[in-house]
């Protein structure tokens, strides 16, 4: 048996110089920022091939995958997305705001797949599209009207009353598309601020807690979904995430049913972060969709059977998902955050980590710092969210010495 089988393998190990892989599919991924970065983390251990189309030479997901050429261009560039094309068999992304039409283009063509699918992409690259969508599905949303010019931003003013939210549609992230509208006053500065994409307006959501879940799904339609977790932001950036969701049985299901139902209205293959609000009376609407990996969903690498970056590995070649469950009690994690002035100031938590049982550090491997730019983020587990707590302390302290 082994003179007949040996010079296959032989062969074999000839044509992947990496060796056997978990699948020969090679990978493109559009974006090479932290959430690049940690796919090609998962990727590396099944040895899939990755290629990374993004800007820097040394973007993040760049930096520790040298066993292929990346290319260097904009994830919106149709040219570059055809040469990252050219050279794999499945074209994903680590980031939404891409070029669309492209993606339709090289799907409909059929010799490279894409996921999750292009129209995925394009419904919710576009936040009103996207709210448009599900609403259509019978998924819960706050309400919210399209405003072309500042008369419709008025009339949005007298319809939800004040606050309310004016939304960039597109290229939004971090906050950063958001205006909140305290008044009628407001409008003009509003709309100067958001003056680069076209914006819609959406009622104020008084939520008492914020939630996220991660969904997976394979192009058959097959979801899984990871345990509810709650997101605290700080000036509309995430800054906690705590794991699980420390809510009532009953709004732990319902998100989960709502996040899944939500994803099973898309096609295409990969993973979903899906943000939610709790409102006082436990209704829950949902806010947004990521089509990717999600800043809330960084937990699941230490405290999960499977990571959100390998399940979407898995999903987009087509191979069985793995377990979603929790393997520790409890998780926190505190995202790093770039400070105006020096990058010593973001590592003082991370030297905190190096002391704390159950902290794992990742830093994304960014040359510059800017204020409120995402430098990293460290996972805590414990056997009890308690004990989580406690080790989170001297950490956040590190973050923000004036609060105690
Ligand atoms: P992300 O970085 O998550 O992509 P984003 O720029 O797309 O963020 P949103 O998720 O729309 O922005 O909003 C950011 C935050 O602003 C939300 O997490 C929530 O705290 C707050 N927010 C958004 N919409 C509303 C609303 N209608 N009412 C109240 N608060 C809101
Ligand atoms: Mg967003
Ligand atoms: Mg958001």
């Not at 283009?105 to 999750?116: L, Q, R, S």
């Not at 409890?330 to 002391?355: F, H, Q, W």
């Amino acid at each position: 048996f082994l003179p007949f089988i040996l010079p296959i393998l032989l062969q074999d190990q000839q044509n992947n110089p990496k060796g056997f892989r978990m699948n020969n599919q090679k990978v493109g991924i559009l974006g090479g920022g932290q959430l690049g970065r940690m796919m090609v983390e998962a990727a590396s251990r099944l040895n899939l091939e990755v290629i990374i189309l993004d800007a820097p030479e040394n973007a993040p997901a760049k930096q520790i995958e040298a066993t292929q050429s990346h290319i260097s261009g904009a994830f919106n560039d149709a040219a570059k997305i055809r040469e990252l094309a050219g050279k794999v068999d499945v074209l994903t992304v680590e980031i939404e705001h891409v070029d669309a039409q492209v993606l339709a283009d090289i799907e409909n063509e059929g010799k490279v797949k894409v996921h999750p699918s292009a129209s995925t992409v394009k419904v919710i690259q576009d936040k009103f599209v996207q709210k448009n969508h599900l609403r259509a599905n019978g998924i819960p949303v706050a309400a919210y009207v399209e405003t072309p010019n500042s008369n419709a931003v008025l009339e949005a003013g007298k319809q939800f009353g004040y606050p309310f939210m004016l939304k960039s549609k597109t290229l939004a992230y971090d906050g950063r598309g958001n205006y909140v509208v305290k008044s009628e006053a407001d409008i003009k500065c509003a709309m100067e601020t958001l003056s680069k994409t076209p914006l819609y307006a959406e009622k104020w959501a008084p939520f008492t807690k914020e939630l996220a879940v991660m969904v997976v799904r394979r192009a058959n339609g097959e979801v899984r979904s990871y345990p509810v977790v709650e997101t605290i932001h700080k000036n509309s950036v995430c800054h906690l995430v705590i794991a699980p969701a420390q809510v009532s049985g009953e709004v732990l299901k319902k998100a989960q049913v709502i996040a899944e139902n939500a994803i099973k209205t898309f096609t295409g293959a990969g993973i979903f972060g899906v943000e939610m609000f709790v409102m006082k009376d436990g209704e829950i609407l949902l806010n947004e969709i990521a089509p990717r990996p999600h800043n809330s969903g960084h937990y699941t690498i230490e405290a999960c059977d499977t990571s959100q970056y390998e399940n979407h590995m898995r999903a987009i070649l087509d191979m069985p998902l793995g377990s979603t469950a929790m393997k520790v009690p409890a998780s926190i994690m505190v995202n790093i955050l770039g400070t105006s002035d020096s990058m010593e100031l973001c590592y003082r938590p991370c030297k905190e980590a190096l002391l704390t049982d159950g902290a794992t550090i990742h830093l994304y491997g960014k040359k510059e710092c800017r204020a409120g730019r995402k430098m990293g983020h460290i996972t805590i587990v414990g056997e009890s969210m308690m004990q989580v707590q406690k080790r989170l302390k001297p950490i956040l302290h590190a973050i923000e010495p004036e609060i105690e």
